[in-house]
C-alpha cells in the first residue's frame, strides 16, 4: 500500500477505528494480565490501578502453594500431547487409505466420521461416567485422554485427509509401479510432502485438547485435573485470590494464544471442514 | 485379432487382481479409527439411549427395571427442561446475531489497510483463543464485579450507580462472554473468505460505476454466502454445548435462569444422580443438535462430491 493512500483521511479513520475494535477485544486480557502482576489488596481495589509496582508474588506462589498450577500443568501438557499423538497414529492410516484407495464406502464413512463430532458432549456423558466409574478409569488421565482423543478425531482425519488428497495421485500411482509397498509410499512419498498439514493438524488438536473443559471437569478431581479445572477451581473465591487467579489464568492461556496466533489460518480451515481456506 | 483380446482380458483381469490385493490394507488402515469412534461416541449414545428407557438413579439402587417413557414424562412435566430448552436456543439466536454482525463488521474492517493492521487484527481474535474457564472468571471478577469491577468503576465514573451484571442480568452476562470469545472466531473466518473474494467480478462492477453498497450487495454477500453458512451452522453447534462459562460464573442461577441444556443434564446426573431423566434429556439434546447437523452434514457431503470433480 502507498503511504499517501494509507495516510489518506479516510485511511486514519479506518485505523482508528480498527485499533479501537481490537483494543476492546483485547482489553479483559490485558486487564487480566494487569492484575497478574498486582498485589492482592491492588488487585481488589475500588479504583482499578493502571500503574502500580509489578511484582511476581502472585507467580510464586501459584507455582509454589501445595500442588498448585504446575500439578494442573503437567496433566494438561500430558493429555494435550498424548491425546495429539494418539489422534495423528489412528488419523494417518486413515486418511491415507480413504485419500489414496478410495472405496464405494469412503464418502460415507468419512462423512460419518465428521457427523461424531455433532454429537453433543452431553449425549455420551452419563454411559462414560459409569463405565468410567466401574473401571476405575475416572479422575485418571488415561480415560481423559480417550476423551480428548475422540472429540479431535473427526476433525483430524477431515484435515488429513483433504491434505492428502492435495497430493498428486501420479506419485502414488508412479511409486506404486516401481514396486514400493504401501508401508514404503506412506514413510517415503506421503508423509514427507505431507508433514506441515500434518504439523498444523496436531497444533489444532492440542489446542482444542488443551482447552477443553467439560470432560475434565466431568471425569476428574483431582489426579488427573488439568488446568481448566485448578482455574475453575476459583471460582468460588470471592475477591482475596484475584492476583493468584490472574497469574494462574495468564500462565493457562499465554502459551494457547500465542500457538494459536500461529495457526489461526489452519484452524479456520480444520473448524469449517475445508469450506473455507 | 482375437489372441490380443484375451491378451487384454487377461492383463485386465490380472490388473483387477492386483488393484484388489493393493487395496486390501486399505480397510485395515481404517479400522483402528473406526474402532475407536465406536467404542467412545456410538456405544455411549446406545447406552444412553437405553438409560431414558429405564428407571436408574444411584441414589436409589433398589429401584431399577423398565420406566417406559416415564422419564420422557418427568422431563415434559418439568418446566425447567423447557426452560432449559428455551434459554440454550436463546444462546444460540442472540450469540449467532452477535458474532456474526460484529464478525462481518470487523471483518471488513480488517480487510482494509491501515497502520499496524497485522498487529491490531492479532489483538482482536486473542479472545478465541482464551480456555472458557478463564473467560468466565475475567468476566465475572475484573469486569462485572458490582463493587470492584471495571464496568463498576466506569459506571461510576460516569456518576451513574454500579450494576451487578450476572445478579440482574444474568442471561445477557453470559451471552456477552459467548460473544466476545466467538466474535473472533467469525471474524477470522469471514475474513478469510472475503480474502478470497473475486477480484476480477469486484473491478467488473467497479468499472461499470457501481457504488460500494452494490458492490456489497452484488459481489461480496453472495461470495460470503457459503461462509457464512458454515460459520451459522458450526457456532450453533458449540453454542448448543455452552457449559464452562455458566459452570463458573452462575451455575445456573439465579434461580433457573441461566440453566441452559447441558447444564441441566450436568445437575440431573452429578446433583439428583438420576442417570434415567439426565439420559432423556441427553437424547433431547441429541436430538436438538442433529437438527442443525443435518445441514452441515450434508454441506461436508456436498463439499467431498465438489473435490471429486477437480
Redesign the interface.
Given at each position: 500500500?502507498s503511504a499517501t493512500?494509507?495516510f489518506s483521511k479516510s485511511?486514519v479513520a479506518?485505523?482508528i477505528?480498527?485499533?479501537l475494535?481490537?483494543?476492546l477485544?483485547?482489553f479483559?486480557?490485558f486487564?487480566?494480565l494487569l492484575?497478574a502482576f498486582k498485589t492482592e489488596s491492588e488487585a481488589?481495589?475500588?479504583?482499578?490501578h493502571l500503574f502500580f509496582d509489578p511484582t511476581l508474588s502472585s507467580f510464586e506462589t501459584a507455582f509454589n502453594q501445595g500442588r498448585g498450577y504446575l500439578h494442573y500443568a503437567w496433566n494438561s501438557v500430558f493429555t494435550a500431547v498424548v491425546s495429539t499423538l494418539i489422534g495423528l497414529a489412528?488419523?494417518v492410516?486413515?486418511a491415507?487409505?480413504?485419500a489414496f484407495?478410495p472405496?464405494k464406502r469412503t464418502?460415507f464413512?468419512?462423512?460419518w466420521?465428521?457427523?461424531?463430532k455433532?454429537?453433543?458432549?452431553?449425549?455420551?456423558?452419563?454411559?462414560?461416567?459409569?463405565?468410567y466409574k466401574n473401571i476405575g478409569l475416572l479422575d485418571n488421565v488415561w480415560g481423559l485422554i480417550?476423551?480428548f482423543?475422540?472429540m479431535n478425531?473427526?476433525i483430524m482425519?477431515?484435515m488429513v485427509y483433504?491434505y492428502f488428497?492435495d497430493i498428486p495421485k501420479d506419485l502414488v500411482e508412479a511409486a506404486?509401479i516401481d514396486g514400493a509397498s504401501?508401508a514404503q509410499i506412506m514413510t517415503k512419498v506421503i508423509l514427507p510432502l505431507a508433514t506441515p498439514g500434518l504439523a498444523s493438524t496436531g497444533l489444532l488438536a492440542l489446542?482444542l485438547a488443551?482447552?477443553e473443559?467439560?470432560w475434565s471437569?466431568?471425569m476428574t478431581n483431582f489426579q488427573a485435573s488439568t488446568?481448566?479445572v485448578y482455574?475453575?477451581s476459583?471460582?468460588s473465591a470471592e475477591?482475596v485470590f484475584?492476583a493468584k487467579?490472574?497469574a494462574a489464568?495468564v500462565l493457562?492461556?499465554a502459551p494457547?494464544?500465542v500457538?494459536?496466533?500461529f495457526a489461526?489460518?489452519q484452524?479456520?480451515r480444520g473448524?469449517?471442514?475445508?469450506?473455507?481456506? | 485379432m482375437a489372441v490380443s483380446a484375451t491378451t487384454d482380458t487377461k492383463t485386465a483381469r490380472a490388473a483387477a487382481a492386483r488393484e484388489k490385493a493393493?487395496?486390501a490394507?486399505?480397510?485395515w488402515?481404517?479400522a483402528?479409527?473406526?474402532v475407536?469412534?465406536l467404542v467412545?461416541?456410538?456405544?455411549?449414545?446406545g447406552?444412553?439411549a437405553y438409560?431414558s428407557f429405564r428407571n436408574y438413579n444411584l441414589m436409589m439402587p433398589t429401584v431399577s427395571g423398565w420406566a417406559g417413557l416415564g422419564n420422557y414424562a418427568a422431563l415434559w412435566n418439568d418446566p425447567t427442561f423447557w426452560s432449559a430448552l428455551g434459554i440454550t436456543l436463546l444462546i444460540v439466536g442472540v450469540c449467532l446475531v452477535i458474532t456474526i454482525g460484529l464478525g462481518l463488521a470487523?471483518a471488513l474492517?480488517?480487510h482494509?489497510?491501515?497502520?499496524?493492521?497485522g498487529?491490531?487484527?492479532?489483538?482482536?481474535?486473542?479472545?478465541?483463543?482464551?480456555?472458557?474457564?478463564?473467560t468466565?472468571?475475567?468476566?465475572?471478577?475484573?469486569?462485572m464485579d458490582p463493587?470492584?469491577g471495571?464496568f463498576a468503576?466506569l459506571a461510576r465514573v460516569f456518576g451513574l450507580e454500579p450494576i451487578d451484571w450476572l445478579g440482574q442480568f444474568p442471561l445477557a452476562s453470559i451471552i456477552a462472554m459467548i460473544g466476545?470469545e466467538w466474535?473472533?472466531?467469525a471474524l477470522?473466518?469471514l475474513l478469510?473468505?472475503l480474502q478470497?473474494l473475486p477480484e476480477d467480478q469486484l473491478e467488473a462492477v467497479r468499472l461499470d460505476g457501481a457504488n460500494k453498497w452494490h458492490e456489497f450487495r452484488h459481489i461480496v454477500i453472495p461470495h460470503l454466502g457459503?461462509?457464512i453458512y458454515?460459520?451459522v451452522m458450526?457456532e450453533s453447534?458449540f453454542f448448543?454445548?455452552s457449559?464452562?462459562e455458566i459452570?463458573?460464573?452462575t451455575s445456573g442461577g439465579p434461580g433457573t435462569s441461566t440453566t441452559n441444556?447441558?447444564y441441566y443434564?450436568?445437575q440431573a446426573?452429578?446433583n439428583q444422580y438420576d442417570?434415567g431423566v439426565?439420559?432423556a434429556?441427553?437424547?433431547a439434546?441429541?436430538i436438538l443438535?442433529?437438527f442443525?447437523?443435518i445441514f452441515?452434514?450434508r454441506?461436508?457431503?456436498g463439499?467431498?462430491?465438489a473435490?471429486e470433480n477437480r
Open positions: 500500500m493512500r494509507s485511511g479506518l485505523g477505528l480498527g485499533w475494535v481490537a483494543l477485544m483485547f479483559p486480557l486487564w487480566l492484575t481488589f481495589s475500588i479504583t482499578p489412528l488419523t492410516p486413515a491415507y487409505a480413504m484407495y472405496s464418502d464413512t468419512l462423512v466420521m465428521v457427523s461424531t455433532f454429537i453433543p458432549a452431553v449425549g455420551v456423558l452419563v454411559p462414560i461416567f459409569l463405565v480417550a476423551l482423543t475422540a478425531l473427526p482425519i477431515w483433504s488428497r506404486d504401501m489446542i488443551w482447552n473443559s467439560f471437569i466431568t488446568l481448566p482455574i475453575a476459583f471460582k475477591g484475584w487467579m490472574s489464568s493457562s492461556i494457547i494464544i500457538l494459536g496466533w489461526q489460518r484452524m479456520v473448524l469449517t471442514f475445508g469450506a473455507v481456506k | 493393493r487395496r490394507p486399505a480397510k488402515l481404517l483402528p479409527a473406526v475407536f469412534l467412545w461416541m456410538i456405544v455411549p449414545l447406552m444412553t438409560y470487523f474492517l480488517f482494509r489497510q491501515f497502520f499496524g493492521r498487529v491490531a487484527r492479532t489483538l482482536a481474535v486473542a479472545p478465541f483463543f482464551v480456555m472458557p474457564v478463564v468466565g472468571l475475567i468476566w465475572k471478577n475484573m469486569l463493587s470492584y471495571i468503576w466476545w466474535t473472533p472466531f477470522l473466518v478469510t473468505g478470497s457459503q461462509v458454515v460459520v458450526l453447534i448448543l454445548t457449559f464452562a459452570y463458573t460464573t441444556l447441558p443434564i450436568y446426573v452429578f442417570i439426565s439420559s434429556a441427553a437424547v439434546a441429541v443438535a442433529n442443525f447437523a452441515l452434514i454441506f461436508v457431503a463439499n467431498l462430491n473435490g
